[in-house]
């Protein structure tokens, strides 16, 4: 495979985060719709919170700026933009130089979703629109110019209806993101629906892959959870996902748009054999009286029409020839709680000790690169 | 393997730790009161040829169609068009059941209801009439299917949606009839997550030596019966592992601190599968290696630990799981057959089996088919 930037790939991120810096929304936000941004806030404990609209408590920022931060460190609260938040959350070139340090070529970069759903959950579809758009220019046009063929921003697709949806995804294939991600079914319906197929099919027509990033949080409902029940539900949260790949699956999606592309992104893949095994076995035994009509079995939709990303996943990693050594893309989670920095390669080296040099460098690498045009 | 190899063998011992029962016509008018008849479910015609549970004048009337579907041919499952008589009888009569078990070549089942069935209860509003049901079901079930072998129809009591109080109440009074353990579709404080104030109920079940049961989910909130058979609600339920609920249940139970407080309570989770459990204990122990500094919740061990003392699951159909068994746990894991269920291959459960099992060292594979569920249920 080559490059298609002229930079050479070794290590990927599928899966990092941009981190919303304290002035995007008085930078990039048309200033008629600044009262319905994100205010920054104390968050009573000597740190910064994001008041998101509708929110009576703030969301301070610990968990996802962590930099460094050892175990014992970890807290909510306390985060403070300026002084212990550190600026390669939230400024491209800095990331870059921390990237350098931990070794890491290119990342894909998410959408901090709270922010993203404050304007999602706004019922006046201009200023949704408008801020959705101004994250994205700020991605783009921000965060990712200092070097776009190591920061690659994943275009985050607003929730206003079908035609939208398909509009800016032509838009942003035309403007040079990579990818996209949907935080709901992209006709903003409950479930998947055939009114959804004009989106599925742009991608596949425009080359363009989707991204679920653990949930469609616009639209599917969270488990209730206890703060304390927070880490259970993070390790938990592929439960969300699973029937969103196999409503996909057997409503025959990938049998109308053959050539899209889907990625499920800090699922993990350990459960994925599992999921298959089991996916099958209920489309043999249920097919019939549940009117499904696919052309292929399930399992063989997702090895060809689906990639997963891992963070840390040992059992993956082991069973990784049932998951598909090609479905399956190593991430660091940057700067989440999640994420080793800066001893990402030490991760590597201990996760893939047993791995042969070609599998793993498909796993940290190379099926990342294909599936965002980075190398083809 | 010729036939005469396989006479002088002696027989495998094989327990179907999750099968079900179709709750016959008459439950609900012999075994509850008078006064409560004109609001208990009652069997009408399902409009295709069959029958169907009317819950309530105002929902559509369920089908029992999949419910009692054993035998039938993949493209022979329906949701309408089966009666009461039509299916296998041993659905609702002890007796056939046990003809049935040995037809399939199962020794013994653990026996749940239908949840759907028990909402209809749970979501009434007289709390008199709620529990009026959920006794009847537990008399039936004591009554005309465990008394006819204890040891082969072995018995979960099915615990109301009230209060603590209440389900520690119907637990005793079930315990003495004869049941094995507890079935529980919500959490017994009835919050829409576990809670210290279900502690007395965790207490009462640890000091009675019985297993907590909950099958494929705990229901958060409370909700009438839906009506099933339409796109949407099934493809999802049918097609991608009932296990998607009992993955969050599990690990926000386990990250409670509950297994602390009862170290000998064991917990089972029925109709979830097992194969993704080793995936789902790594991730809950890193991000707790990660997090237990802030976490509010201090655990004395690691979430794996809790899992492998106190956690069974059961599994059907789950090759990956009886790979993964060593990760799993071969003590924490029980087959079973959901019979009569659409996810059930009787009566040829034994082929079934032979080829799941392949491979599997016979003490493993004895533990998995029916030990593991012997001791649990104290089975001679």
């Known amino acids: ?376 | 393997m010729s036939g005469r190899a396989t006479r002088t063998e002696p027989r495998e011992r094989l327990i179907s730790a999750d099968s079900h029962v179709l709750e016959p016509p008459h439950l609900w008018t012999t075994y509850m009161e008078r006064k409560f008849h004109d609001k208990v479910p009652r069997v009408v015609p399902d409009g295709e040829g069959g029958e169907a549970w009317q819950f309530a004048p105002d929902v559509p009337p369920a089908p029992i169609g999949i419910y009692a579907s054993a035998g039938r041919s993949h493209d022979q499952i329906c949701w309408t068009g089966v009666t009461f008589a039509q299916a296998n009888p041993g659905n609702f009569r002890g007796g056939p059941r046990l003809e049935e078990q040995d037809a399939d070549g199962i020794d013994a089942e653990v026996l749940f209801g239908s949840a759907r069935m028990m909402s209809h209860f749970y979501s009434d509003p007289d709390p008199e009439f709620h529990l009026a049901g959920v006794r009847a079901y537990n008399d039936w079930l004591a009554q005309e299917i465990m008394s006819v072998d204890p040891q082969r129809l072995v018995g979960l009591a099915c615990m109301p949606a009230l209060s603590v109080e209440a389900a520690i109440a119907e637990m005793e009074r079930c315990l003495a009839l004869g049941f094995r353990g507890v079935w529980l579709n919500t959490m017994p404080s009835v919050g829409s997550a576990i809670r210290p104030e279900d502690d007395p109920f965790w207490d009462a079940a640890q000091s009675n030596g019985v297993a907590v049961h909950f099958h494929v989910r705990v229901m958060r909130t409370i909700q009438k019966p839906r009506p099933k058979g339409v796109r949407g609600d099934d493809l999802i339920g049918l097609a991608s592992v009932g296990a998607a609920n009992m993955i969050i249940d599990m690990g926000e139970i386990i990250q409670s601190g509950v297994h602390d407080r009862f170290p000998d309570l064991t917990w089972v989770m029925v109709e979830a599968g097992s194969g993704w459990i080793p995936y789902l204990l790594e991730q809950l122990d890193d991000r707790w290696h990660r997090n237990r500094s802030w976490l509010p919740v201090k655990l004395e061990h690691e979430p794996s630990f809790y899992y492998r003392r106190n956690w069974r699951s059961t599994f059907m159909i789950d090759r990956y799981a009886v790979e993964n068994r060593h990760r799993l746990g071969v003590e924490n894991i029980l087959f079973a057959t959901d019979y009569p269920h659409h996810g059930c291959d009787w009566p040829h459960t034994r082929r079934v089996v032979a080829e799941l099992f392949e491979g599997v060292p016979a003490d493993e594979r004895a533990k998995m088919c029916a030990g593991n569920a012997a001791a649990l249920y104290r089975l001679g």
């Open chain 1, 1 to 376: 495979m080559q490059s298609t930037t002229g930079r050479d790939y070794r290590i990927i991120s599928a899966d990092s985060h941009t981190v919303e810096p304290p002035d995007l929304w008085d930078k990039w936000l048309e200033k008629k719709y600044l009262d319905t941004a994100p205010k920054l806030v104390s968050d009573g404990a000597g740190g910064d919170a994001w008041l998101y609209m509708g929110a009576t408590t703030p969301e301070p920022l610990g968990l996802v700026t962590c930099v460094g931060t050892r175990p014992e460190q970890l807290r909510w609260t306390g985060a403070k933009y300026g002084e212990t938040i550190h600026p390669s959350c939230y400024d491209g070139a800095e990331r870059l130089k921390i990237m350098d340090e931990d070794g890491v070529d290119a990342e894909m970069l998410y959408p901090p979703q709270r922010a993203m759903l404050t304007f999602m959950k706004n019922k006046d579809t201009d200023a949704h629109l408008a801020g959705i758009r101004a994250y994205n220019r700020w991605l783009k046009d921000g965060f990712c110019a200092p070097d776009p063929a190591r920061l690659v921003g994943i275009f985050q697709t607003p929730n206003v209806g079908i035609e939208t949806s398909v509009k800016e995804l032509q838009r942003a294939k035309k403007e040079g993101y990579r990818g996209v991600a949907i935080s709901a079914w992209p006709s903003g319906g409950d479930q998947l629906r055939p009114e959804d197929d004009p989106f599925w099919e742009a991608a596949a027509e425009v080359d363009m892959p989707v991204s679920i990033h653990l949930l469609l949080a616009a639209s599917q409902t969270k488990t209730v959870a206890s703060k304390a029940a927070a880490v259970a539900i993070g390790a938990s949260a592929f439960a969300l996902t699973m029937p969103l790949i196999t409503e996909m699956i057997f409503q025959g999606v990938f049998d109308r748009f053959p050539k899209l592309r889907m990625a499920a992104v800090e699922t993990g893949v350990g459960w994925i054999p599992h999921f298959l095994e089991m996916t099958d076995d209920r489309y043999w035994r249920n097919r019939h009286h549940a009117g499904v009509k696919i052309k292929k079995v399930p399992s063989e939709y997702f090895r060809d029409n689906w990639l997963a990303t891992f963070i840390v996943d040992r059992n993956g990693i082991s069973v990784r020839h049932q998951v598909g050594i090609e479905n399956m893309s190593w991430s660091t989670d940057f700067p989440h709680h999640g994420n080793d920095w800066p001893y990402s390669r030490k991760t590597i080296d201990e996760l893939f000790a047993d791995v042969p040099a070609a599998e793993r460098e498909k796993i940290v690498c190379t099926n990342a690169a294909r599936f965002w045009g980075l190398m083809q």
